[in-house]
């Protein structure tokens, strides 16, 4: 059963560049939720997938979008990047059916390392 | 603003002993709540959530639950080396989005 999968797993780029990191969910599942970790910090939320339509969002500006595709898996796309932008991104799936008896278990890829310098 | 409060520790327990692991929430429609581990460098994993109030075991684990007073903690029993971690709390209502505590540093003394 395989699970949640990330790629790249490290990323340098430098202020003002574009980046896309990518997540495919586990097995089975169908809404992908995307996090900004920071060093120290627990996961941000940044925004939510679900039949290829932003479901949630979080409070991030707009130069972070994402994308789903009919395969569920996902894309995030920072914009204009910034030394703030620096963190460790994290993808993490879940099966939407289950959010009605509130156990919305999620889980998390390995993460995407991102240094923006 | 929904919050997710823990104390960032270090929390120092001797191996052996039980942990505990403590963290209060701000929004009152937060139905179910979440203890993640995470070590250093690693992406977060889940190790038990709870929805009902009360005490939930799994295995060396116990979570527990007070809607009223807003409070989540988590007990490790028979604490072990390998349970030195960094210990995120989260909470979720039915809007999906799940928020997280900045975690708590959890050293377990050999």
Redesign the interface.
């Known amino acids: 059963d395989a699970g949640v999968t990330q790629s790249p797993t490290h990323l340098i780029k430098t202020r003002g560049q574009q980046v896309t990191l990518r997540c495919s969910p586990k097995s089975g599942h169908d809404t992908v939720s995307w996090y900004q970790q920071a060093l120290g910090q627990g996961p941000q939320f940044i925004f939510q997938y679900y039949e290829e339509e932003e479901r949630q969002r979080g409070n991030f500006p707009d130069r972070f979008s994402g994308h789903q595709f009919p395969n569920y898996s996902s894309e995030l796309n920072v914009n204009a990047l910034l030394l703030g932008d620096s963190a460790l991104y994290l993808c993490a799936s879940s099966l939407a059916e289950t959010s009605a008896i509130v156990n919305n278990e999620q889980f998390f890829g390995p993460g995407t390392r991102l240094t923006v310098l | 603003q929904k919050e997710?409060e823990q104390n960032s520790g270090p929390l120092s327990v001797p191996e052996g002993a039980i942990a505990s692991l403590n963290c209060t929430y701000s929004d009152r429609g937060s139905?179910?709540f979440?203890w993640?581990r995470q070590y250093s460098g690693?992406?977060?994993?889940?190790i038990m959530?709870i929805?009902s109030n009360g005490d939930k075991e799994d295995g060396r684990f116990t979570a527990q639950l007070n809607k009223a007073s807003q409070y989540v903690s988590l007990l490790i029993r028979d604490s072990q080396p390998s349970d030195s971690a960094t210990y995120?709390c989260?909470a979720?209502n039915?809007?999906?989005?799940?928020?997280?505590?900045?975690?708590t540093r959890l050293h377990i003394l050999p």
């Open positions: 997710v139905q179910s979440f993640y690693k992406s977060p994993e889940l959530f929805y995120l989260a979720s039915r809007d999906d989005k799940i928020i997280f505590g900045k975690g």
